[in-house]
């Protein structure tokens, strides 16, 4: 699910994007995030990892001083429905960061929920885009980043 892509400031640097790649603070599973940056810089764009267990004003307060051109969310616990959504009311109240290009994917939910719901309320929340644990989720990602690595506004 995705809502209009607002890329903000500047189109990407020729060299790629600068991607901040994170988890929410529950969150200590860490091979999502190796996995992630490994595929991002294989696409070419220069990744800052922040690690498992990322306490939102940590993340705030890093995309504030970097400015990435995109923040992206792995989380693979259960939580990230629910505090995915929290986590980006609080990026998006920040100053600097309301129009950055926000994701979130990986195991977002326990199953119990409807998928489709939680996609929605996150987007509701804030994120540009949400990948779920679906077989086409990696192309759509990557079809999400090479926009905002072109610039788009679609
Ligand atoms: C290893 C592991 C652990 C280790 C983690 C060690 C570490 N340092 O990483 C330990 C033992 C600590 C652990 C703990 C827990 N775990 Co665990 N863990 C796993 C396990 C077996 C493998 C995870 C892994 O490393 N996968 C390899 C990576 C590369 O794959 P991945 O995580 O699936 O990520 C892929 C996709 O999800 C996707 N993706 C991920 N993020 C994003 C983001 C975007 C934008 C996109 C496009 C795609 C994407 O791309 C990745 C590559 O394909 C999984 C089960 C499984 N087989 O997946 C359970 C699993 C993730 N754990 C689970 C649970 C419940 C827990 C615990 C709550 C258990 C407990 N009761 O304590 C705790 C939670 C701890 C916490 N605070 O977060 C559940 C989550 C259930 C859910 N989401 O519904 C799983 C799925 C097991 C299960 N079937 O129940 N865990």
Do not use: Y
Not at 29 to 57: K, M, S, Y
């Amino acid at each position: 699910m995705r809502r209009g892509l607002r890329t903000s400031r500047r189109p990407a640097a020729a060299g790629g994007l600068d991607v901040v790649l994170a988890t929410i603070a529950s969150d200590s599973h860490t091979w999502n995030l190796i996995f992630l940056e490994l595929l991002l810089r294989e696409w070419g764009h220069r990744v800052v990892n922040l690690g498992p267990c990322v306490p939102d004003a940590l993340l705030r307060g890093e995309c504030q001083a970097r400015r990435p051109d995109l923040v992206v969310i792995s989380t693979v616990n259960g939580h990230g429905a629910d505090e995915g959504a929290r986590l980006a009311r609080t990026l998006r109240a920040a100053p600097g960061l309301g129009t950055v290009p926000l994701v979130i994917g990986g195991k977002l939910g326990t199953g119990q929920e409807d998928p489709l719901v939680s996609a929605r309320n996150l987007v509701d929340a804030g994120f540009s885009a949400v990948f779920g644990h679906d077989n086409g989720g990696m192309a759509r990602f990557r079809r999400f980043v090479d926009r905002v690595g072109a610039g788009a506004r679609c």
